[in-house]
């Protein structure tokens, strides 16, 4: 998992979104969220999805909003919506996706 600046304020993920990667992800995002401004956070690049990493997801948008902050997420792929939908988050991703 790996960080790319994509602009102000956004960050844009590649690579896998599971429980192996989780630990990365999680500090991947924590950095991203400890700027203290609204996100935006592109999916585009991401690969396979389960459920930890939208748990991962569903922490750091909490995380934001608990600061004041909007953390919103782009270019969501099929593999992240459909772990949502199983996991009855679908709508929540909807909520939080541009």
């Known amino acids: ?55 991962l997801l569903v922490s750091c948008v909490r995380t934001g909003r608990r600061g004041g902050r909007s953390i919103r997420l782009s270019n969501v792929p099929k593999a992240c919506a459909e772990v949502a939908e199983r996991s009855g988050l679908g709508d929540w991703l909807r909520s939080v996706s541009d």
Request: a negative charge; charged letters at 25%.
């Open 1 to 55: 998992m790996a960080i790319d600046p994509a602009g102000p304020h956004a960050i844009a993920l590649d690579g896998p979104a599971t429980i192996y990667e989780a630990s990365a992800l999680r500090d991947v995002l924590r950095d991203a969220a400890a700027t203290g401004e609204d996100l935006l956070i592109d999916l585009r690049e991401t690969g396979k999805w389960d459920l930890a990493g939208v748990q």
